[in-house]
Every structure is written in C-alpha cells, then in structure tokens.
C-alpha cells in the first residue's frame, strides 16, 4: 500500500511539474502576444504594419497558448465536475452544521424566556 502511495504521490509530483512548466510557458506566450500587438498598433507604422510582425502571428500564437493553457491545468473536465460536486456537498453540510450550531443556543435561550 505505501509503495503506491509513493507512486501516486510521484505521479502528482510530476504532473505538478508539467503544469508549472505549461504555465511558464503561458506566461510567455501571453507577454508575446501583448507585446506583438503592442507592436502592431503603434503609432507611426507607415503603410505597412505587417511589417513589424510576422503574417501569421495571431494564429500561430494563440494556437501556442492554448495548447499551453490546456497544458497547464492538472485536472480534467470530468474531474472538475467531481470537485465542484464534492464542494457543493461540502458546502451544503458547513451551512446544514452552521444552522445546527445557531439552532442549540437559539433554543436554549428561547427555553429560558419563556420558562421565566
């Protein structure tokens, strides 16, 4: 059993890795794209605004980024589902719980107004 927990373990350890690099990689695919935009609408191009930036920037950079932004996630659609249902329930039960903890004092003192 703890041999696969090492494992487990190793395997969150390299995805976590993996994303991290994705998000580096975000990071500066996004700062290139702002910058080649930058670029592209500053003032004073002249006839041609092509000419500062490659023809097939946006494409190939939001292609880039994307790939990276799906890179960098560590959890799948269908596991986020599974959390965001698990969070729900957590939710539910805190605010069930927190009804209960103010539902006791609530009675007690009602219990003594009207007792008195």
Known sequence: MA????????VDLQQNAAA???RTRLDAGLREWSGQRTALTAEGLGRNPLRRVPRSWPEVAATRVEVAAREAC??????????????LW??????????????????????LVVGS
Do not use: W
Request: proline share 2%; net charge negative.
């Open 3 to 10: 041999s696969m927990e090492m494992y487990s373990r190793s």
């Open 90 to 111: 957590s939710a539910t039960a805190k605010l069930v719980g927190a009804a209960v903890s103010l539902a006791i004092p609530l009675s007690i003192l009602i219990a």
């Open 20 to 22: 991290e690099q994705a």
């Open 74 to 87: 560590v959890i799948d659609e269908q596991g986020a589902h599974t959390e965001a249902s698990r969070l």
